[in-house]
């Protein structure tokens, strides 16, 4: 009997083979979800790009741009743009509302929100839904009238920098975060950090697994008219907004204070010099011109945003989804301030702006892009010949660094 039990009882040297298999296992598990969030820094066909820069798709797995097929002449622009910036895109159809039928609009229908409205919110759910549909890990979602600086890869990879330390643990206490007042306020509502995080100083953290930009958000909004800083006097609960803040200063991407134009309010003009740039908890932005999802945040918009009651024009309620007003829930939302997706105005009638709010009839001589200093879509002739003498919106007015080249300029 002995024997028997003796002859059925595994070896030591099939227990140390099994344990090896799993440890191996284990190991190239943490690896490719390692590899995960740094491959969104490689270029396209597993090619490395130069360090600090994000790849054709900015960090994301997708890059969807909402466009009305009528509206050609913004899908050409659009292509180009992205082409000579070297992007990859896919666009999602907008919608008109009038063909928007009354019970396809969630609970309350229209509520006399105006068409344009109504379409302008039909599109931006559909490239909500797309992200659910496919289960991307991520999409950023741009409209089809926004303009970048062409170095727009890499003021994205500064955001993923600036995001991992508002969010990620500590490395040497994964219990803490450099934001004393993430992932809520500990101690009261009026808690804020004792200083900023300097972009130049910023804390070790652990690194991300699923994306560049941290592994726990819900939307990053790097494309508004303006955007306040969460404190006193911010919309939604105070109580769950975190106030910590990232600032980097000597930004030469962005334009001097007397340049920068916004339809909000503008903490960063009034609280900080000249060439400075802010990474830091969404407040009470407007215009959705920009934003990226999760997959877990695209889940939720697709139901607080697409099935519960229809109330205010898209952007709105983005604004409510992320600092919990009118039963959205507080979400995870980051944001840049300079925005580094902005409105792009052509030359012409000014009519044929925007497809959702008139801008009158009058003839605009140029074109131009708030906030934006090197243009692409001002800067297409130059990039098509190969061109290092960019053309600067907004010139200094002081000396700041060195003049130079397109390469290295930053």
């Known amino acids: ?77 659009m292509i180009l743009a992205t082409a000579l910036s070297g992007l990859k895109i896919e666009f999602i159809d907008a919608v008109l ?60 990879f500064d955001f993923s920098l600036a995001a991992q330390a508002l969010i990620q643990p500590l490395s040497t206490d994964p219990s803490t975060y450099a934001d004393s007042t993430y ?66 200063t000597n930004d030469i991407t962005v334009p001097e204070k007397q340049y920068l134009q916004t339809s909000a309010a503008f903490d960063i003009k009034a609280q900080y010099p000249s060439h400075t740039r802010a990474y830091h908890h969404v407040s009470d932005g407007i215009c959705s011109l920009g934003y990226a999802i999760s997959q877990k945040g695209a889940r939720s918009l697709l139901y607080y945003l697409g099935m519960l009651e229809f109330t205010h024009a898209f952007d709105v309620m983005l604004q409510q989804y992320c600092v919990d007003l009118a039963g959205k829930g507080y979400h995870k939302c980051l944001t ?11 030359a012409g009638n000014m009519t044929y702006e925007s497809d959702i709010s008139g801008h009158g009839d009058q003839i605009r001589e140029h074109a131009s892009t708030d906030n934006v200093r090197w243009s692409v879509r001002l800067n297409v002739k130059q990039l098509l010949e190969g061109s290092d003498n960019m053309v600067d919106q907004f010139p200094d007015t002081e000396p700041a660094g060195e003049p130079g080249k397109a390469e290295g300029s930053r």
């Open 97 to 156: 509302g009038k063909n928007v039928l009354d019970k396809a609009l969630p609970p309350g229908g229209r509520k006399g929100m105006p068409d344009p409205n109504i379409g302008s919110w039909r599109g931006h759910m559909n490239a909500i839904a797309e992200v659910v549909r496919r289960n991307l890990s991520s999409a950023l979602i741009l409209e089809d009238d926004s303009d970048w600086d062409i170095r727009i890869k890499e003021q994205l």
């Open 336 to 346: 840049v301030t300079p925005s580094v997706f902005e409105h792009h105005r052509p």
């Open 183 to 248: 992932p809520k306020p500990k101690n009261g509502p009026e808690e804020v950090p004792k200083a900023p995080i300097l972009f130049e100083d910023l804390p070790k953290t652990i690194k991300p697994l699923d994306s560049p930009y941290g592994d726990d958000w819900d939307l990053l909004w790097v494309g508004h008219c303006g955007m306040r800083f969460p404190g006193a006097g911010s919309p939604g609960d105070p109580a769950k907004l975190p106030k910590g803040r990232v600032i980097r």
């Open 1 to 77: 009997m002995l024997a028997q039990l003796s002859r059925n009882k595994p070896s030591k040297f099939v227990v140390i083979s099994v344990s090896a298999a799993v440890l191996l296992l284990l190991l190239v598990f943490r690896i490719s979800h390692t590899d995960a969030a740094s491959n969104f820094m490689s270029g396209s066909k597993g090619r490395a790009t130069p360090k600090g820069r994000m790849n054709e798709t900015l960090g994301f797995q997708e890059i969807f741009v909402v466009n009305l097929p009528e509206r050609t002449d913004r899908r050409d622009g």
